[in-house]
């Protein structure tokens, strides 16, 4: 297919968290609240992914960091190549081969 990238994907950030921790506290007074912050540590990572417009299942990882701040400004880099670049351009230049 002919076209710009940004007709066929969006991007966003994925936070990956593999402990084993609940990602939520319950308490008896309220239903739930956030837990504590954590340390980012090996188990906490932030992923930039492509997603497909027609299909919110498939993604595809672009690049993988170790913070929120430095995955938002990869994923800002990117949205500029996907407003500007074709489908093609944008697949060859950041989908792995």
Same mark, same amino acid.
């Given at each position: 297919?002919?076209? !710009?990238?940004?007709?066929? *994907?969006?991007?966003?950030?994925?936070?990956?968290?593999?402990?084993?921790?609940?990602?939520?506290?319950?308490?008896?007074?309220? !239903?739930?609240?956030? &837990?504590?912050?954590?340390?980012?540590?090996?188990? +906490?990572?932030?992923?930039?992914?492509?997603?497909?417009?027609?299909?919110?299942?498939?993604?595809? &990882? !672009?690049?993988?960091? =170790?913070?929120? =701040?430095?995955?938002?400004?990869? +994923?800002?880099?990117?949205?500029?190549?996907?407003?500007? +670049?074709?489908?093609?351009?944008?697949?060859?230049? *950041?989908?792995?081969?």
């Amino acid at each position: 297919m002919i076209g !710009l990238a940004a007709d066929f *994907y969006r991007l966003r950030v994925v936070r990956v968290d593999e402990t084993d921790e609940p990602d939520l506290d319950w308490r008896d007074d309220i !239903l739930w609240r956030d &837990p504590p912050e954590q340390v980012v540590g090996e188990t +906490l990572s932030f992923r930039v992914e492509a997603v497909e417009v027609d299909d919110e299942t498939a993604a595809v &990882p !672009l690049a993988e960091f =170790a913070d929120s =701040a430095t995955a938002h400004e990869a +994923l800002a880099d990117a949205e500029v190549d996907l407003a500007t +670049l074709t489908k093609s351009q944008f697949e060859e230049r *950041y989908f792995p081969a």
